[in-house]
């Protein structure tokens, strides 16, 4: 194991023993918050802050660890986060390799960080604490290594502890219950883009329906109006034809007669 120790106060123990023994069909987590005291990771409190999950993922809220930091930095306190935790339900305690990567970043903002893993399916159902599956890790490496822990016992730090929760309690919650509410806001505002999409999308459509119909109309009419016009050419062109065909008549019928007029000179001239 690494030389880094852990000590975690029972509060926030037991938060997590009842975040993990109540869901055990999906993963949890969130953050530890605590301080670094010559190498000795201090947890004073953890915090729930799970965005979506599923039986073997969880994805934490990132807004809600802003506002834990910015509320950190507002007290002006050395408190900072320090890790983070998540639970395999019924699966055991270890580090995933996306755990591990995700180890690494922690480690990259404070080399200190811890992950902290919790298996609480068994102690769901028999309710003893040996059946409390939880240990913590850090990575060296490529390869993740237990970290040695304990359960803050002295007195005198437990009331000390207690007396900061106290006090940024009502701050954590506020924070939690903001994060909270951005979510439904963006909810909120979420379905009402989705309806103007839709009343918009159901407007557009009637518009081309229309748009359809008239196009659809025009070329109709257009249709029939060749039609018309080609019926009056042809209607044409049969009383041009008919009318060519009487001055063809005409014209042979009085060619005739000439011809008819002349054989009659003819036959006159040779009888005189």
């Given amino acids: 194991?690494?030389?880094?120790?852990?000590?975690?106060?029972?509060?926030?123990?037991?938060?997590?023993?009842?975040?993990?023994?109540?869901?055990?069909?999906?993963?949890?987590?969130?953050?530890?918050?605590?301080?670094v005291k010559d190498k000795r990771v201090i947890i004073k409190e953890a915090v729930f802050a799970v965005a979506e999950s599923n039986p073997t993922f969880v994805a934490f809220d990132n807004m809600i660890q802003f506002r834990i930091i910015e509320e950190l930095e507002k007290k002006g306190v050395k408190d900072a986060i320090v890790g983070w935790w998540h639970t395999h339900p019924g699966m055991g305690v270890f580090l995933s390799s996306t755990d591990i990567t995700t180890q690494k970043i922690y480690q990259a903002l404070l080399p200190e960080a811890v992950a902290m893993v919790n298996d609480g399916?068994?102690?769901?159902?028999?309710?003893?604490q040996n059946d409390f599956k939880t240990g913590f890790f850090r990575v060296q490496g490529a390869?993740?290594?237990?970290?040695?822990?304990?359960?803050?016992?002295?007195?005198?730090?437990?009331?000390?502890?207690?007396?900061e929760y106290l006090q940024q309690e009502e701050n954590i919650t506020n924070i939690i219950q903001s994060s909270t509410a951005s979510v439904a806001n963006s909810l909120k505002d979420f379905v009402a883009t989705k309806e103007l999409i839709e009343e918009s999308t159901a407007v557009l459509k009637q518009v081309l329906t229309e748009t359809y119909t008239t196009l659809k109309n025009l070329h109709q009419t257009e249709k029939k109006q060749q039609e018309e016009v080609q019926q009056k050419i042809q209607a044409l062109e049969r009383k041009v034809q008919k009318q060519g065909k009487l001055l063809f008549y005409s014209m042979s019928a009085a060619l005739l007669l000439i011809i008819l007029e002349l054989v009659f000179l003819i036959i006159l001239l040779i009888r005189s």
């Fill in 1 to 35: 194991m690494l030389s880094t120790e852990v000590e975690i106060s029972p509060l926030a123990f037991s938060k997590i023993i009842d975040w993990a023994s109540s869901n055990t069909e999906r993963e949890v987590g969130g953050y530890l918050i605590g301080e």
């Fill in 121 to 128: 399916n068994n102690y769901s159902r028999t309710q003893k």
């Fill in 143 to 163: 390869k993740a290594q237990k970290v040695n822990y304990s359960v803050m016992t002295d007195p005198n730090k437990l009331l000390s502890h207690l007396t």
